[in-house]
């Protein structure tokens, strides 16, 4: 029964904003890795930001660190990932993930949500 769908995603200009929202239903309430991927047509799957319910611990690699920040609101139960000063290699087909805090990879996935930046 869980379930993750992502919205917010589009079109935006580069040096643009744009804020995208995973809503999340049927997760056990227990600590959860949570986090966002990117994948571009002919590249590989990249984690952009993850974070932690049990600690509030935040992950981000060089190319999103200081541009994009990761939050949860609990009581929504709602991810986000607010990007800033977007870059045309910002461009990809974004996910929403979600798995128990130990597992080796991530269980629950979203469809995914496309941002385009040009």
């Known amino acids: 029964h869980v379930q993750l769908v992502e919205s917010g995603g589009g079109s935006v200009q580069a040096g643009g904003s744009l804020r995208l929202s995973c809503a999340t239903s049927?997760?056990?309430?227990?600590?959860?890795?949570m986090g966002w991927f990117r994948q571009a047509p002919g590249k590989e799957r990249q984690g952009v930001a993850a974070?932690?319910?049990?600690?509030?611990?935040?992950y981000y690699p060089d190319s999103t660190k200081g541009r994009f920040t990761i939050s949860l609101d609990n009581a929504e139960h709602t991810l986000y990932l607010q990007m800033t000063d977007l870059k045309p290699e910002d461009t990809a087909m974004y996910y929403c993930?979600?798995?128990?805090?130990?597992?080796?990879?991530?269980?629950?996935w979203g469809q995914g949500t496309q941002v385009t930046v040009s």
């Open positions: 049927g997760l056990s309430p227990i600590p959860y890795a």
């Open positions: 974070t932690y319910t049990g600690s509030g611990h935040t």
């Open positions: 993930a979600a798995t128990p805090c130990g597992a080796a990879d991530y269980k629950y």
